[in-house]
Nanobody, 118 residues
Framework: VQLQAFGGGLVQAGESLTLSCRASGSDFSINTWNWYRQVPGGQRERVATATRPGTTNYAGFVKGRFTITRGGNTVSLQMNNLEPEDTAVYYC???????????????WGHGTLVTVSS
């Protein structure tokens, strides 16, 4: 299974950006999708989660500005009212069931850089 992320870029504070991530491969199903982010020299931190039943939750710093949406083998992160503090490399992550294995495996997409200028 491979995860491929799209949509990073440079925006100004207050603008919006949407990140997307697509899973590809064979004989798999996505259990939980996550978005993480990491600033240089910092730890990777969770941004948002979308579980299989459709429940979503967000890190406190999101403050209602971001929306995670899953559909099929894709997930998106709509980010509104971006702040310079949101500048980071964003990673998609998925817990994936492979074949009949009852335990999900963890997969990461490559990072996509989001830069928010003030």
């Amino acid at each position: 299974v491979q995860l491929q992320a799209f949509g990073g870029g440079l925006v100004q504070a207050g603008e919006s950006l949407t990140l997307s991530c697509r899973a590809s491969g064979s004989d798999f199903s996505i259990n939980t999708w996550n978005w993480y982010r990491q600033v240089p020299g910092g730890q990777r931190e969770r941004v948002a989660t979308a579980t299989r039943p459709g429940t979503t939750n967000y890190a406190g710093f999101v403050k209602g500005r971001f929306t995670i949406t899953r559909g099929g083998n894709t997930v998106s992160l709509q980010m509104n009212n971006l702040e310079p503090e949101d500048t980071a490399v964003y990673y998609c992550h998925a817990d994936v069931f492979i074949g009949r294995d009852p335990y999900p495996a963890h997969y990461w997409g490559h990072g996509t850089l989001v830069t928010v200028s003030s």
